[in-house]
């Protein structure tokens, strides 16, 4: 009884714990891909790659016509020559081999350099969200890693991310229903109301004081404040 007992208050203290958190989600791959960082980096790995796959080109190449030449005359050639030519060509085989597998790795270590840099600073966008909007944790979307995400929980940050990295500009701020603007003598004026009870009664002293200070420079002149009797 103890146990289950136990087991109901673990369970009530899980949800009603989990029912106050809150979390935000986007996909990291679509935001970091709007990043001119990121695309640079995209673009110095393809301009390298270029660059590795001419000089193995070349490597290539000079293989073929060794090899073509062999092919031509190795009836001919004596035994030693014969056995250097095919020193050459596995040479030749042996370098274009290795020179693949360091140009694999060199293309690995630069994007990974160059990712790390782009997505520290994009880590660091994420973080400045996530603690401003006060969220316990923020998820990955990629690779459909949350089919399913309840929106009155958790919160789309993508934009919030975007404006973070200065990629877009922050959404306007609407204008208070309150707020009444007065343009008079080419000035704009912001005009508060004062709300008082239906029954009350102002006297004259307590109408000046109730009005904004910056306001009486657009009563007109003309216009008379009659006194209560």
């Known amino acids: 009884m103890l146990k289950k007992i136990s087991f109901i208050l673990v369970c009530f203290w899980t949800l009603t714990a989990s ?7 986007l ?6 891909s709007m990043m001119p960082e990121y695309k ?6 393809n301009s390298l790659k270029e660059k590795c796959n001419e000089e193995a080109k070349k490597s290539e190449d000079e293989l073929e016509r060794k090899y073509a030449e062999f092919l031509q005359g190795q009836r001919e050639f004596p035994d030693n020559i014969l056995q250097k030519r095919q020193n050459e060509l596995q040479q030749l085989i042996n370098n274009g081999i290795m020179f693949r597998k360091e140009t694999e790795l060199l293309l690995r270590n630069a994007e990974q350099e160059m990712r790390r840099e782009v997505e520290s600073k994009l880590n ?24 399913f995400i309840n929106k009155s929980s958790g919160l789309d ?5 975007l404006v973070k990295l200065g990629l877009v500009k922050s959404k306007v701020i609407a204008v208070p229903e309150s707020t009444t603007v007065i343009q008079k003598n080419d000035s704009t ?17 307590d109408i000046l004081r109730a009005i904004d200070g910056s ?15």
């Open 124 to 147: 660091q966008a994420i973080e400045n969200v996530g603690q401003e909007q006060g969220l316990a944790f923020i998820l990955n979307t990629d690779n459909n890693a949350c089919p």
């Open 157 to 161: 940050i993508t934009h919030n991310v």
């Open 19 to 25: 029912a106050q958190i809150r979390f935000g989600y």
């Open 27 to 32: 996909s990291y791959q679509k935001v970091i």
């Open 189 to 205: 004026v912001q005009e508060q109301t004062v709300k008082q009870p239906a029954d009350s009664v102002l006297s004259d002293s």
């Open 40 to 45: 640079s980096c995209i673009e110095k790995l």
């Open 215 to 229: 306001l009486i420079q657009t009563i007109n002149p003309t216009d008379n404040i009659k006194a209560h009797e």
